[in-house]
């Protein structure tokens, strides 16, 4: 708008400045022919110039009004101009503001990123590196002017190429792996890398980062507690044996020196060598047991009934059980309860699970075992990955077993028997782990124990399976 009224002055001035010359051209015209004598003549000169200084007054007029158009659009151009200069100082120091805090903020997080024990790097979606912190130039003997700006492939040509397939796959890597840090003569290094894809708050991938953790140092105290629970399990292996061992060999010597006596009686001597027979086998059992312990169980699984196997168990307990006035209720269908499974070792699982059960009911005045088995058709995904599976109960009215025990009843040597090993439940444990099954337990002191054995219908990786026609999936212990 100004610069069109600037135009019309100009235009206003201009045609006056020419009204002007015009006029007084045209009066110096009529001078040349105008008699001086000649009344007319003088009186005709006279309007002509007072025409002249009417129209040069009225230019004048017009150019005072122009100019002072004129200067009053200056000073607002000119107040327009300080405003507009102002307002960019203004933005130049809120920019100025801005970029020191993004500076600093940079130079911040920077510390933090090279304060970190491990590595951290970055890297975008071409796969050049953006970031190479401290940590991870110690652990790769890589400096950081070398690998930004290259790509990761070419800058850490000896490392696990994670980072990148994270760039392409879009999800997490990790993985462990050995490296000398650059120095082939030095101590190897057990190196964990981990990777992540790094997403904008439009989850709009931009990049992927990589985090190294040197876990040398944990991985040497991880053995070095081994080894300590290994000498401390040892250790307590061998008191244990020592006392299961010395309390029978004390009996058999005692029995050997009354044997000596020759005046000793048919009945003693026949007394005596009971008893040094009874510890035999006493120390027998336990050396079994041990051996049993202590070795990979193997198994013959053959896809059979479970029932039968039940009513085997419970006969061959059943005299423990007269003796011990114990009621014994079996609560399983005789058919159904198929699955695979290694007989002599199911056995064993139940053998050692029922005099468990009859020892914990001897303090009760009416003493029940009790012996369950169903089968269940819908796995969840905890168990078995939705395959069909048994569920064998030994559950008894006994004593119970406290919560600080209960945690440890399938811990080798933890026993609350006064003559008890501690391995009759970790041989159980291990003979449903040889099977690909489970064992549970429930107990609340002076109500009762239930022991669960769960077992899959079918094996992992068994063709035969009718879940396993459609879908092949892997169960993890």
């Known amino acids: 708008m100004s610069g069109h009224t600037d135009q019309r002055d100009k235009n206003l001035t201009d045609e006056s400045a020419r009204g002007a010359t015009n006029s007084l051209a045209a009066s110096l015209s009529e001078l040349q022919g105008i008699d001086p004598n000649s009344p007319a003549d003088v009186r005709a000169l006279m309007t002509a110039l007072m025409n002249v200084f009417q129209s040069t007054e009225e230019s004048y007029q017009r150019l005072t009004e122009t100019h002072e158009r004129l200067q009053d659009e200056i000073r607002r151009l000119n107040a327009e101009l300080e405003s507009k200069n102002r307002e960019l100082e203004d933005k130049n120091h809120e920019l100025q503001a ?71 796959s879009a999800r997490p890597e990790v993985q462990e792996f050995e490296d000398y840090l650059g120095d082939r003569n030095a101590k190897p290094r057990q190196i964990e890398v981990t990777t992540a894809p790094v997403h904008d708050d439009q989850n709009v991938l931009l990049g992927a980062v990589e985090v190294l953790r040197d876990l040398t140092e944990r991985r040497e105290m991880e053995a070095q507690l081994r080894r300590a629970n290994m000498l401390a399990a040892l250790g307590k292996v061998s008191v244990t044996i020592a006392h299961e061992i010395r309390n029978p060999l004390g009996a058999i010597q005692l029995r050997a020196e009354l044997l000596r006596d020759a005046d000793l009686g048919e009945h003693d001597r026949a007394k005596a060598f009971d008893t040094i027979f009874s510890a035999i086998k006493i120390m027998d059992n336990t050396i079994s047991n041990l051996l049993q312990f202590t070795r990979p169980v193997t198994t013959t699984q053959q896809f059979q009934n479970l029932s039968p196997l039940l009513d085997q168990s419970l006969s061959l307990t ?160």
């Open 98 to 168: 801005s970029l020191q805090e993004q500076q600093r903020l940079h130079h911040s997080l920077r510390s933090i990123v090279n304060s970190l024990h491990d590595g951290v790097i970055a890297a975008d979606l071409d796969g050049n590196v953006t970031l190479f912190n401290r940590r991870a130039a110690e652990l790769t003997s890589k400096s950081e002017d070398d690998v930004v700006g290259r790509h990761y492939g070419d800058a850490l040509e000896s490392h696990p190429p994670l980072l990148l397939k994270t760039l392409e």
């Open 318 to 477: 059943e005299h423990a059980t007269r003796v011990e006035g114990v009621e014994v209720q079996r609560d399983y269908p005789p058919v159904g309860l198929m699955c695979h499974v290694d007989d002599s070792l199911f056995i064993k699982a139940m053998l050692n699970l029922i005099l468990n059960a009859v020892h914990a009911t001897e303090k009760k005045e009416s003493r029940v075992v009790i012996v369950r088995a169903r089968r269940h058709e819908d796995g969840s995904a905890e168990l078995f990955d939705g395959t069909p599976w048994l569920e064998i109960e030994v559950e008894d009215n006994g004593c119970g077993i406290s919560q600080d025990m209960l945690e440890q009843v399938f811990t080798p040597f933890v026993t609350t028997k006064d003559h008890g090993v501690g391995l009759g439940l970790p041989i159980v444990h291990n003979i449903l782990e040889a099977h690909e099954g489970k064992v549970t337990v429930e107990s609340t002191p002076d109500v009762g124990t239930c022991f669960r054995l769960l077992l899959p219908v079918y094996r992992p990786g068994d063709g035969a399976s009718p879940a396993r026609l459609a879908s092949k999936p892997k169960r993890t212990l």
